[in-house]
């Protein structure tokens, strides 16, 4: 799976967008990228995935460069219930394998009042 | 909505000593996995299971674990001998095919001493 690399750490305002930035310069064709994020030891919870096209759910949406070496997460209104550390994970999708997913370190965004 | 659960939320154990970590999968979900995270450390995959067999395995998955699914709706993991480096969040995972967003528990913490 490519390596993405992600700031360390963001700040946002409260009722901002939270634009959290990933690069993921060796992706290959059949690598999709995913989001999860975490809140304090919670158990990681999926935010969106995408290929090549932007995505948009009831969360967040997922804009893909043209090229595909970088994406942006956008949380369009951000809560206090946002801040969480934040994971971009790129992995091939194959049918036949459970194929995990692989943690880095992540963002860090914290939503100031 | 559905969700994984995951049973005991904390568990205390003497090194040296068997522990069972259980969770409950999303009841139509194929793919089952556990994963574990030290303390301020990153999100480690340990194992992925599906087809009553297990799909992959990371190097921290060693002869002292072991993952079973005994009925229609538990998936367990087992560390036989546990040592103080086991001292960790551990989570199960779920989806329902490959590729799909997995859902997480809420975690086991185990502390071994």
């Known amino acids: 799976d490519a390596k993405t690399t992600q700031p360390p750490s963001m700040d946002c305002a409260e009722g901002r967008a939270a634009n959290l930035p990933c690069n993921h310069s060796t992706i290959s064709g059949n690598e999709y990228v995913y989001w999860y994020r975490q809140i304090h030891s919670q158990g990681p919870q999926y935010i969106i995935h995408g290929l090549k096209n932007n995505e948009t759910n009831e969360m967040a949406s997922l804009i893909i460069t043209e090229d595909r070496k970088s994406s942006t997460l956008i949380l369009p209104h951000a809560t206090l219930r946002d801040t969480a550390v934040y994971y971009c994970i790129v992995r091939v999708v194959s049918s036949g394998s459970a194929r995990q997913l692989t943690f880095g370190s992540g963002t860090q965004l914290t939503v100031l009042p | 909505e559905p969700e994984v659960t995951q049973t005991p939320s904390h568990q205390v154990t003497q090194m040296g000593q068997e522990v069972i970590l259980r969770c409950v999968p999303i009841?139509?979900?194929?793919?089952f996995y556990w994963y574990r995270q030290i303390l301020g450390q990153k999100v480690e995959f340990l194992v992925s299971f599906y087809n009553n067999e297990i799909s992959e395995k990371s190097e921290i998955f060693d002869d002292q674990f072991s993952v079973e699914r005994p009925d229609g709706s538990n998936f367990t993991l087992k560390i036989r001998s546990t040592k103080l480096e086991d001292s960790a969040m551990y989570f199960c995972?779920?989806?329902?095919?490959?590729?799909?967003?997995?859902?997480f528990g809420p975690g086991t913490r185990l502390t071994v001493t």
């Open positions: 995972a779920s989806t329902a095919y490959v590729g799909g967003e997995q859902y």
């Open positions: 009841s139509n979900h194929l793919y």
